[in-house]
């Protein structure tokens, strides 16, 4: 007897964990930032030194609480064990997909708060740092010492801003308007950090796209996916850098998911006396899939494709009759009981009455899971 099944999942746990090894990758870039921001110092006032570094070490701080916060309910979620929908899970579990939320958020703070926020940081800096700017940093520092001020209350509200790239190009605005409004400063500076992060983003999109390429080769993602991604023609140089970013990081995220995908499969057929050859386990490039075949004494054999886009196939082989059973539902339940995966919906597409040959169709739900 052949059966085969095809398998929608979502694996919340291996999701979480992909998504917080990404972003756990990207912090590194604000480390960067703090060696840029060193190096630069002595060109800088101290005020503006401290709250730019302040910054940073906030930035990091908070991704790093969402990357432990993410872990901690997905490990949480994973030991639930087999989930029953009663009364009392509805009570208590009705947001079973309140953690992959947050994991997408996260993923969303990486792009926006390790990246594009990174850009903005340099583009002030290079405004900072900038010799013709000069006289800027003279009027700041008279302003640092008191020799000078700022209207009290335009100065309560720009201590009211929370982001400081934004405070900063504030004082700018301020240097040569000593007189106006706040909300003239503060749209003063908004259209300064517009082109100024504009100017930067034309600078460094090649240097950018790059390191995009970079991650993902690290990762064994094909070129033609690469080029894909970051082939992004529409909108500004910013536009074009922000959109390649997020499909990069969505790209690793389903890349890690697939490998660990393949290492779930692996382990639990080994558990049904199966034997997997390291050197079964074939990338296929072409079309974008893992193929793995393992093999029992007796001759059985199981034959897995795992996709890129959240599905696997499996094909048992070599069987007498309904045999493949003893290993079918072991396997399942291994899924189910260990990794949690759930099916809801299985489809049969194809059979051989002759041969009890079968293939299905299957949508499973990774509800939890203890990987």
Known sequence: MSHAVRIDYQGISIQCQSICEMASSQLCKLDRMLDVLESGSTRLLNSQTDALRKEITKIKQQIQNKIDSVLSKAKKKASLGR??????????????????????????????????????????????????????????????????????????????????????????????????SYDSLYSLAMKMKYSADNRQYVAVEEKKIEEIKTELRDEKIDEKTIEKIVSQNDGTAKERVQKARELANAEIVNEKVRRESVKII??????????????????????????????????????????????????????????????????MDELEDVYGIKVIKQTEIWSNPDKNSTMKYQTIDYNKNKG
């Open 83 to 180: 989930v029953v929908v009663d009364s009392d899970y509805m009570g208590s579990h009705a947001n079973a997909y309140e953690v992959i939320n947050e994991a997408e958020e996260l993923e969303v703070m990486v792009t926006t708060l390790a990246d594009t926020k990174l850009v903005e940081m340099e583009s002030l800096l290079n405004q900072l740092m900038n010799s013709q700017l000069a006289t800027y940093q003279e009027k700041l520092k008279d302003l640092a010492s008191g020799r000078i001020r700022i209207n009290y209350d335009v100065q309560e509200k720009i201590n009211m801003i929370t982001d400081e790239v934004i405070r900063q190009y504030v004082y700018l605005a301020w240097v040569d308007n000593p007189d106006a």
């Open 266 to 331: 692996v382990q639990a057929i080994k558990k049904r006396g199966f034997f997997v050859d390291v050197k079964s386990i074939k990338i296929d490039r072409e079309n974008n899939q893992v193929n793995i075949l393992a093999q029992k004494p007796s001759g059985a054999k199981a034959e897995f494709k795992v996709f890129m886009d959240g599905k696997f196939e499996y094909r048992f082989d070599g069987y007498e009759g309904q045999a493949c059973q003893k290993d079918i539902k072991p396997f």
